[in-house]
């Protein structure tokens, strides 16, 4: 199933590595579920080898999107402990972050119309606080 390979690879390798962009221009969660979902149609018309799609501009800008977030998530969090702060959140060390395949997504797609307006780090924000809490 192309569709699950597509989107297991692009939120467990990023959130892996640690991966980072270029500074993206802000896009509300409908716009991101938008470009996640040409992505998709795109992969449910042309059959290419999963190396390929990752090539894809529109691959590349949602593993891109989820990047940044990460690295800026992930830069908030040391920030925070390392101001003696408490952290919003308990990252397991880097590399070892384990999300389902297209959770983020589907997490998304349940937010109220009126969320899926903010900002999609905002979003990424919560549900990566959700996903990490310290307990």
Request: with cysteine.
């Amino acid at each position: 199933m192309r569709r699950a390979s597509i989107a297991g690879g692009i939120v467990a390798v990023v959130l892996a590595a640690g991966a980072a962009a270029a500074d993206l221009p802000p896009i509300t969660v409908d716009q991101f579920l938008a470009e996640y979902d040409a992505m998709q149609a795109k992969a449910k018309t042309v059959f290419a080898p999963a190396q390929a799609m990752a090539q894809w501009p529109e691959v590349l800008a949602v593993t891109h999107r989820i990047g940044e977030d990460a690295a800026a998530y992930r830069a908030d969090v040391d920030a925070a402990v390392a101001a003696g702060k408490p952290p919003r959140a308990c990252l397991p060390p880097r590399g070892q972050a384990q999300l389902k395949s297209g959770d983020l997504i589907v997490a998304y797609r349940a937010l109220p119309a009126p969320q899926r307006a903010q900002p999609e780090r905002r979003a990424f924000y919560a549900y990566m606080d959700q996903h990490y809490p310290c307990r």
